[in-house]
């Protein structure tokens, strides 16, 4: 089973056990990733892009919490709606690779849409 | 392989290819991050909790994407960072059910601070 | 003298006698600002839209505080790029009713791109 | 009439003009809020900070308009709360104004609570 999948039924059973379900309307869950994501940016607001790469350790390990909870509430949502969580990254990188074809974006951080 | 592990190696390669790197710090990454997970939060926001659940087949395509964004994102930044994002979600959910006992916290959306 | 440039000058003085203006960058404050609204969403991710009507008193004193801390910041960022947020906010409106005709989207919450 | 006062009222006329108050609960207006500083955000994702204080002119109209949205809701969020947004704010930032003495604070961006 792959890795997507088994945290997928993970998370599940926890928001089972707690009866959470009734919290977690797509709706819902789209506000807590998004209060995930932010607590990731605050991590990084008054800090320059050079030393957002070396984050001390404890830093670093905060950082990877946040990470983690993003991923629980973007597994949770996917199963709510029954969205393959995987398929639909595949594709999506194969539609990335497509739109920004490398020859021509190379080292440009324009949007796709201005090629 | 596990899964993120394939994911994270797709992704980074799309980017070196692209000459990306040097646009991808912590710090950027975790503002194209939220700008996704915020494209998720607004098919929501003018949605009943309870429409939320049964999106038409276009809106749940599009939803998909963004999930597919944000995972991408995602593990890009975990990558950057030499951060384990598979090790730190297992962490993170034995932790959550150590956290909220599920015969404490069943059917309360309260913090588990607030227990 | 209008309240926004009251509250510009008492916020850039602030910031000025903290020598704080080298962390204010328009990238920094975008993200301050978005790490407080979601500070604002966190109180209601799990809330009825029916109850978000209807906060306890501590609630709403803290959500007032969540509010206050997103106008500082939206002062500010308009401050370090010479935006004049009153005339910025006249003229959106101005655009919003015109794009929103009354009688067209009476009951409706499509996006104007629909009409 | 103070200016925020003024905003309140003509963004109240204009949803109730439109039969927008059903969509209006504090709960969707915190996402739609989020929302539009994420667009915020957006514009800066890919940019050095020194770049983000000089931009074109272009940008800079898009992100005074960008604002002006943020503005929209904020007033209109602390108004279906019954929220006095000018007291609030002043509040804030006297209480700012002691958490971080400027003595204390000069050129440093850690939190007060490291202090």
Redesign the interface.
Known sequence: M???EQ?RI??SD?AM????N??H????L??????E??????????????D??S?PKDK?EE???E??????Y?VR??D??D?D??N??R???KS??AK?P?DM???S?KKYTEY
């Open positions: 792959n890795e997507l945290l993970r998370i926890f056990q707690r009866d959470w009734q919290f309307s797509p709706k819902n789209s506000m807590a990733l998004i209060v994501a932010s607590e990731l940016v605050e991590h990084f607001q008054w800090m320059s892009e050079k957002s790469f984050l670093l950082v990877g919490e990470l983690a909870d993003i991923l629980v973007l949502i996917a709510q709606l969205i969580l995987s639909a990254t594709k999506k990188i990335n690779e920004y490398a974006v190379r080292g951080s």
